[in-house]
């Protein structure tokens, strides 16, 4: 990010916000990206996390912030849009190929992220994260879904309840 | 016996929200992904967000987590039902029915979305009952209800009745039916057949008496979309809705029904389609907002005249009561034979003078000496001030339509688009090419009326590019322009 740091830049410069994380990492940020977030969108609207104040995020550690502000920098311009409308097909593509890149992420990640997006309020990234976790699922036996997502190796009763239901929803694993 | 149409009709029915996974199965697959440190934590999210996750599952895929651990058993339970019975192939019908019935009973609600149109339902008529009892108890907002006819070895099967318990699902947005006798409305019990959140409606194939349609259409007062699909349909129908917006029939190959347009304050698109003409006999009384209308059928000298579209407007001189000033995209279906037939297609256009699209397809017996055809027509306003875009589908450089882009290049002012497209499959050799270009050329040294106009040729649009889901889709502004054909030369008239 390279944008000029004319603080409140009416004349062409973007505005900036500085947003910052629970272990208190400050986080300086174009207004329209961080506006992403429907939490903090309202702050913004008000004029707050300008100049040295800042927008403080006790849920939030840096190392998530910052992966959760790549995605709002990344999506801010097709959003200013209006979503869909004027982008092109290539534009698109690349939107794509970057969301599916970026949720290529060990799991303590993921769900760091799905707790971000959730509390900041980030539509897209809410519903790309579901997604990723939704896939992680597909096309899986509840054993595999549970060696994937880490559960511990089940105790013979749990192993007795898996197999009594997949006796009985019989269909659901055809 | 399933019809090879029937195919294409069960391609008007609504996409579903999930997308089947490539591989379904549960079979062991390798890619796995990294557990990292191999801690538990997707288990630790709040419901909702694992509701939202599981929301996105096929929903065979959905039940198969109630089996994973304790606290994995109520999410899915506790998250809308979305269900569709495709995701259910290729069990065999017996299994998708037990799936559909266990489904439906165990799931303790709201229903989201119940997509039904691949089980046999004669074998299970009292399950039948007791799935629509629910559907309805469940609130289902979208529902598509339709059914598969037994295998060809069982013999044609008795029309069966929908079941009345269908109409009392008061929580529909959007609903499907499709190759069911409907109940009779006139004789409903209390609290059925009224739709107040009702949005869209597709009928396919589906007998019911005229009065059937009327109710319906009188008891769904935020209705938008209407869609009627196949032959079996009500005959007469009179269109009196405050809030419709569009209305399709597709694939109906039958000139028997009539519809009228009585009031429709709301209605902007009016679409049909079929195969092969004719399309139905349509008259517009009152639709003031109408601006989407096609394909409508002309032509064909004295045999098929009798079911052309506006009958009554063509008979008589455009006259301000038979016009319908608010049409903006028009799309007719002609058949040209003789000098009547280029009367007529004059006619027509007299009565929407401010038409700025017009689409054309026309077919061609013999030839003839079209041009003195065009020479001898009367001023037709909309040509001359209003009409922007001309699009020729099936152009294939018959005289007469030589003829008629001659009588555009001199008469059409404000033209700056004039688009011919190949015929579909057929694909011109550049001999054939050249030959239009040749033919082109001849026209575009004489002066044209107006000021600019691109001159556009195409390949053939993508074999079935023009889809139902298009069609009715209110996001694209002009339905009948597919514009997907590879562009054979282009010339750019003026300025």
Known sequence: ?174 | MASPLRHKRHECLPFDAVVLPATGTGILSAEFLEVDDGLDRISTLPDDLRRNIISRLPFKEAVRTTALAHNWRHIWGSTPLSLNDAHLLPSPGYVRAGAIDCILRSHPGPFESVHLANCYFEPYQRELALWSRLLAEQGVKDLVFVRLEGPASIGPSPSMRLPVDILRCANLRRLYIGYWRFPDTSDLPDGAGVFPHLEELGIIDTRMEDHDLDHILASSPVLKKLALIGNDLPVQVNLHSQSLQCVLFWLSVRSKINFVVVNAPSLERLIMWSYSTPHPDVRVVSAPVLKVLGYLDLGGGPLLSRNTVIKIKVDSEASPSSMIPSVKILALNMILLDSRDVQQLASVLRCFPNIETLHLKCAMARDNNYSEFFENLDPIECVQSQIKTVVLHEFTGHQIEMALLRYLSQKANQMQQLTLVSPHLAFPDERSVGEIKDELNDLLILPWASEACTLLFLGPEKKFAWTFHRASDPSILDPFLLDDGQELFRFVKGI
């Not at chain 1, 707790?115 to 036996?141: F, P, R, W, Y």
């Open chain 1, 1 to 174: 990010m390279a944008a000029p740091e004319s603080g409140d830049g009416n004349n062409g410069a973007a505005r900036m916000v500085t947003l910052i994380s629970s272990d208190n990492t400050r986080f300086e940020v174009e207004a329209a990206a961080a506006s992403l977030s429907q939490t903090l969108q309202l702050t913004i609207l008000d004029g707050g996390g300008g100049g040295g104040d800042g927008i403080p995020l006790p849920n939030v550690d840096s190392a998530t912030l910052s992966k959760v502000l790549e995605y709002c920098i990344k999506h801010a311009p097709a959003a200013a849009n209006g979503g869909a409308p004027n982008a092109t097909a290539v534009d698109r593509a690349e939107l794509e190929r970057f969301d599916n890149e970026f949720v290529n992420i060990d799991q303590s990640v993921l769900y760091s992220l799905i707790m971000a997006a959730h509390n900041l309020e980030i539509e897209g990234l809410q519903s790309l994260v579901a997604k990723k976790v939704a896939d992680m699922i597909k096309g899986k036996s509840p054993m595999e879904i549970r060696r994937t997502l880490g559960f511990p190796d089940p105790t013979p009763e749990e192993q007795a309840e898996m197999n009594a239901h997949m006796l009985e929803y019989g269909w659901a694993y055809e």
